[in-house]
């Protein structure tokens, strides 16, 4: 009796594991055509073996491609010392661009600078500077910056009375802490089941920490134009003493999670700078969507307000309320999962609606901030693993005179 038991109880917790399996859905897809907007994809603040990283710049680049994507941002700490012994350039279809995590007084920032002349200074100038821009004493033509993981545990930044041209909404090293922090259980549940079935402990692992959100909102309710990033942070290297690390999480499972979805106006650049200054453009305006591609990759998607022939995407601003205009929300309808769609004005939950159409159209409610936030609710077969809506698409806001 106790052998039928036991086989039942494991045959049951095998359909739980498996019940929940990534869509099959081939990551390199025909970018839709017509009204959809154009877009790069691309992996943010990265770390290799010129920091605290694991990997070699052209290993990363290899994952970032096979995980399909079209540009990635390195960060090293306090130094530019890829981009000075030749790494930076494409890689085949991949962009590999070289930027910097700055060390500064209240904590570290993403500085983006190698599109302008401030390229030719030293690594110690730009960490100086990068500090002197945030304190706005330094003003070099086409800089900007990028707060680096907010609310980290070990490394918050504690300077929110100024405001930055950006900041990490989402930062993946920062996610795994905090889960570790707040529930070791759980934390320990999610890396357990990770060997058996990566894409349920990935979607356990999906989580958004709102306060972030909630003091990038309110940046740009008082001066808009703060553009919103997620951030991989990846190292690929779990220190286990001084000599000893493991290469976990790997720089492929972490790009394939989730990524940056920057929308340019065509034609895109042929040229490697000239590519490199036109999506650093788009990212500067907060053209940018935040989607955890792992649920299901940006094709299909899009957010847009529609007056008449003319549409406006995240980072844009509508040049009057008076005309006829509404949003237009496009979700795959290969999904697979309910969505719940949230509409979010000057920083306050506008709107929801749940199980929420593939095409939906939303009237304007007159002037102000807009973004969108797209959760899916996804669960497990008996709901023990997992039952909990989960962040796909988060959107830059559009701006509403």
């Not at 990265?46 to 070699?56: A, E, F, L």
């Not at 981009?83 to 007084?105: I, N």
């Not at 909102?217 to 134009?225: E, W």
């Not at 920057?262 to 700078?273: G, H, N, R, T």
Request: aromatic share 14%; net charge neutral.
């Amino acid at each position: 009796m106790k052998l039928y038991f036991w086989t039942i109880l494991f045959f049951l917790l095998v359909a739980e594991i498996y019940s929940l399996l990534p869509p099959r859905i081939p990551p390199h897809q025909d970018r839709p055509s017509g009204n959809g907007p154009y877009y790069e994809t691309g992996i943010i603040h990265v770390h290799s073996k010129y920091s605290d990283g694991s990997g070699t710049v052209a290993e990363i680049a290899t994952d970032a491609a096979d995980a399909g994507m079209d540009f990635l941002i390195l960060t090293d700490h306090n130094n530019s010392l890829a981009r000075k012994q030749g790494h930076e350039h494409a890689y085949g279809k991949l962009d590999v661009f070289v930027e910097m995590e700055a060390s500064t007084p209240a904590g570290h920032c993403l500085t983006f600078y190698s599109h302008t002349p401030a390229k030719q200074l030293s690594d110690q100038k730009i960490n100086s500077l990068s500090w002197e821009h945030f304190l706005g004493k330094e003003n070099s033509p086409g800089v900007f910056i990028a707060i680096a993981h907010p609310s980290n545990i070990k490394n918050p930044w504690n300077r929110l009375d100024r405001f930055p041209e950006g900041m990490e909404l989402i930062n993946f090293d920062s996610v795994w802490q905090r889960e570790l922090s707040d529930s070791l259980l759980g934390f320990a549940a999610t890396a357990l089941l990770y060997p058996f079935n990566n894409y349920l402990s990935a979607l356990r692992f999906f989580q958004i920490y709102r306060k972030d959100f909630t003091a990038w909102d309110a940046m740009n309710v008082v001066s808009r134009g703060h553009f919103g990033i997620l951030a991989q942070d990846a190292h690929a290297k779990l220190k286990l003493d001084k000599n000893r690390f493991l290469r976990w999480p790997g720089y492929s499972q972490t790009f394939r999670l989730g990524s940056n979805v920057v929308f340019y106006d065509p034609p895109l650049a042929s040229d490697f700078e000239a590519r490199k200054k036109q999506i650093y453009h788009s990212i500067e305006q907060g053209r940018i969507a935040l989607t955890f591609q792992a649920i299901h990759p940006f094709q299909g998607n899009d957010w847009r307000m529609q007056c008449g022939d003319k549409a406006f995407r995240s980072g844009e601003e509508t040049p009057s309320t008076k005309q006829n205009c509404q949003f237009i929300v496009d979700t795959p309808p290969d999904l697979g999962f309910p969505v719940t769609l949230q509409l979010w004005k000057d920083g306050a939950l506008y709107r929801t609606i749940n199980h929420a159409p593939s095409n939906l159209r939303i009237p304007l409610g007159g002037s102000g901030l807009y973004r969108v936030e797209i959760w899916v609710h996804a669960h497990t077969l008996f709901h023990l693993l997992l039952d909990s809506d989960i962040p796909y698409i988060f959107y830059n806001p559009i701006y509403v005179r």
